[in-house]
């Protein structure tokens, strides 16, 4: 049930940690200082999970590899026995002294190690965040063979072969998979972007003394989510229209996981018959449907279609004063209709999608987010195994990786009519749409199999009951 990063926590880029780094080292400490409580920090680590078995680190040639070094001597020391692998000489000041002070032998790798002549644990240490080219073939082939023979595989700071900021694969394809990643001072885009993220395993955060960090891109904290008192009626905890359209299904998934979610009061606007589930208020469409004050979000999109009645309820929606959450069908249709809108807004993009609306884009999905927010003025969740939730203002969330039986028809609708429920009880956009992914990730990570998207929405109670 545990995410596998830790959530709230901060996220920086390769530039970002060098400048922590300087800010301790300004501050008195040194290269070697933050080398030794990283090393040190992986041993303790490595020590715990590895039970008396043997250790093999493959050592790089800059400071990830210092890190390897600090930690074989520090296991030695403690009677864990330990082989060290490097691939050549360390260039760097700090990580020659780490090696000048392990005294025991050192192989060569890949060499002969790339024949499999692993241990029971394997520590990578080889290239942290100052990769920036492609790594060889024979040294990816080699750290994926290592670790996939381990019994238990370690990456420190990152797996080798992972891009810092982007969460790409400077491994070709051949990055390997970790059973869990040690984080050195704070995380990195790679622990939470795809493809990267998926090779980390569990990812744990090392303290290495950077002091507090201030940075603007963090992982979506647990949110705190009230149960009702005893002054709440239905209205007071939230009215969720849903717009819907010919796809009678999406709207109906929408419509339900707002009151699983916690609303009051859900109206569905398609009209036709009631039927299960009742609770949910039918009602025909009409352009005046939304000019009840009491209504605290709208949804459209789940099922709307793309033809000119879809069109008309969307210009319906722009135009009114409620707080908007925008899925599905309704992003074909916006062609930039969102300039002047003052109301909370909300779009929630899957990758296609996104790319319909702002175009390809260039550089991380954290920034194209960013810049989609900008463009925009609405709140940005860019969906996937890796959502990244932007606002106009330049935060930016990375939601903890949840599960990938996600990826079933539906559950999108789900998280719209999710993220509509914490709209309409006047949760701030940001806030709503972190909330609300947050509690869709958290009910598929409970349901943990397969499972139809009307299952995700019936397993959001539980979700709800986790986030108080
Ligand atoms: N920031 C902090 O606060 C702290 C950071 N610490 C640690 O430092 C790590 C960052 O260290 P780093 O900058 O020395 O780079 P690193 O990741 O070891 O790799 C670069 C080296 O590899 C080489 N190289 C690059 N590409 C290559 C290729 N394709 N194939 C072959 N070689 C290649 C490149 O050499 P080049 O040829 O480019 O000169 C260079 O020598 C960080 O992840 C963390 O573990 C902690 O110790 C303390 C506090
Ligand atoms: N492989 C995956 N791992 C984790 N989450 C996923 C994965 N694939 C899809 N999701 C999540 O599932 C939901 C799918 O939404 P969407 O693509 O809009 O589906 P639909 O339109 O069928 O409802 C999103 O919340 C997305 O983040
Ligand atoms: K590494």
Not at 92 to 119: I, Y
Not at 255 to 279: D, F, I, N, Q, S
Not at 285 to 305: K, M, Q, T
């Amino acid at each position: 049930m545990l995410p596998n990063v830790p959530e709230g926590a901060p996220v920086l880029t390769a530039a970002a940690m060098r400048a922590a780094e300087d800010r301790a080292i300004a501050a008195g400490s040194s290269v070697a200082a933050l080398m030794e409580c990283a090393g040190t920090g992986v041993a303790e680590w490595v020590h715990r999970l590895a039970a008396g078995s043997e250790v093999l680190i493959l050592c790089g040639p800059g400071n990830n590899g210092g890190d390897g070094y600090v930690a074989a001597r520090v296991l030695a020391s403690r009677g864990v026995p330990v082989r060290v692998a490097a691939l050549g000489e360390p260039k760097t000041a700090a990580a020659a002294q780490a090696r000048a002070a392990w005294s025991g032998p050192v192989e060569a790798f890949p060499g002969g190690l790339a024949d499999g002549d692993t241990a029971p644990i394997l520590v990578d240490a080889v290239f942290g965040t100052g990769l920036t080219r492609a790594v060889d073939d024979a040294v990816a082939d080699a750290i994926r063979l290592l670790a996939g023979r381990a019994r238990l595989s370690i990456a420190v700071d990152l797996p080798s072969g992972a891009e810092t900021d982007s969460g790409g694969d400077f491994g070709a394809g051949k990055l390997a998979n970790f059973d869990g990643t040690l984080a050195l001072g704070a995380l990195k885009p790679a622990h939470v972007l795809q493809p990267a993220a998926r090779h980390c395993g569990a990812v744990r955060v090392i303290d290495i003394g950077l002091g507090s960090l201030d940075a603007v891109l963090r992982t979506s904290p647990r949110p705190q989510i009230a149960a009702p008192g005893p002054e709440s009626h239905k209205y007071t905890r939230g009215m969720v229209a849903v717009v819907g359209g010919p796809m009678h299904g999406a709207s109906e998934l929408a419509a339900r996981a707002a009151y699983r979610a916690g609303a009051g009061y859900v109206l569905l606007l398609t009209g036709g018959l009631p039927h299960p589930p009742h609770a949910i208020v039918r009602q025909r469409w009409s352009p005046d449907a939304l000019a009840d004050d009491r209504i605290g979000a709208v949804v459209i999109g789940p099922g709307l279609g793309r033809d000119d009645r879809a069109r008309e309820k969307l210009e319906a929606a722009l135009a009114s004063d409620r707080p908007l959450v925008i899925d599905g069908d309704a992003l074909h249709l916006l062609d930039g209709r969102l300039r002047g809108r003052d109301a909370p807004t909300i779009l929630t993009p899957h990758a296609g999608e996104f790319a319909a609306l702002f175009g390809a884009g260039t550089g991380s999905k954290i920034m194209q987010a960013q810049d989609a927010a900008r463009k925009s003025g609405a709140v940005v969740v860019v969906k996937g195994a890796d959502t990244v939730i932007a606002a106009p203002g330049g935060r930016v969330q990375v939601a903890a990786p949840t599960s990938a039986w996600l990826s079933v028809a539906g559950t999108g609708d789900v998280l719209a009519g999710t993220i509509g429920a914490l709209l309409a009880q006047h949760v701030p956009p940001f806030d709503a749409a972190s909330a609300g992914i947050w509690l869709h990730g958290a009910a598929a990570r409970m349901i943990d199999r397969c499972f139809l998207a009307d299952e995700l929405a019936d397993a959001l109670p539980e979700a709800l009951e986790r986030a108080r």
